[in-house]
């Protein structure tokens, strides 16, 4: 059987971190930013760990 290929798309969308954690970009930072606030934005700004229920499916799709 051959080699599984990673997901390009999400090999792109998300990053592991060397203890292993998946890290993801937060949505709704892409445009239209004037009207949101700066708090909002600098929240928006940092990553986040992919939730619980996701990971298998993430890891399947990195090839991890």
């Known amino acids: 059987m ?3 290929k990673t997901d390009r ?3 792109a969308r998300f990053k592991v971190t060397g ?3 998946i890290m993801r970009r ?4 892409s445009h ?6 700066s708090k909002r934005t600098r929240r928006l700004k940092n990553e986040a760990e992919v939730a619980a229920g996701d990971r298998r ?3 399947r799709l990195l090839g991890i």
């Not at 937060?26 to 930072?29: G, H, M, Y």
């Not at 239209?32 to 606030?37: H, I, S, V």
Request: proline content about 5%; aromatic content about 4%; charged content about 35%.
């Open 9 to 11: 798309g999400a090999a």
């Open 19 to 21: 203890t292993g954690k």
């Open 26 to 29: 937060k949505a709704f930072r």
């Open 32 to 37: 239209l930013l004037e009207k949101k606030a």
């Open 57 to 59: 499916q993430v890891r």
């Open 2 to 4: 051959p080699k599984m």
